[in-house]
């Protein structure tokens, strides 16, 4: 395994990233973990989920916004992950709303328009990351904090 600069890996993660919707969300539920596949999408250098109000994992977040989010990865047979830790926030401003309903592949199979109530957006700031090459077997670690 070669260790590589936090620079380097950093690029390397987002690179993953850009090509990798499907990703596990980890909520907490009071003392109990809660995972759940979800797309992750990119608006602005910004991380985005869209899911319905109702769901549980708005009312965990709301009451718990720490997360963390798995991208599993796979290259020439041989897997891997991403592992993000950071904190997530219920998007309330409707322009911001609106723009990243544009950047949701699925948005018009589910929701009517960006002020439909049943339309949550949730925006991911990742703090920190683990990743697992494909075909390594010891990860690597670096801050992901963008200011």
Known sequence: MAKTNESALQQEIMAWIQQNQYVYLATNDKKQARVRPVVLFINADRYFFATFTGDAKVAQIQANK???????????????????????RIVTNAALKA????????????????????????????????????????????TLKRY
């Open 66 to 88: 720490l997360i963390e989010v798995c991208v599993p990865l796979s290259d020439n047979g041989h897997t891997g992950y991403i592992r993000l830790s950071g904190i997530a």
């Open 99 to 142: 723009e990243a309903s544009e950047r949701c592949f699925f948005f018009d199979q589910y929701f009517n328009g960006y002020d439909d109530p049943d339309y949550t957006l949730i925006e991911f700031d990742p703090e920190y990351a683990e990743y697992l090459r494909p075909g390594e077997t010891y990860s690597q670690s670096c």
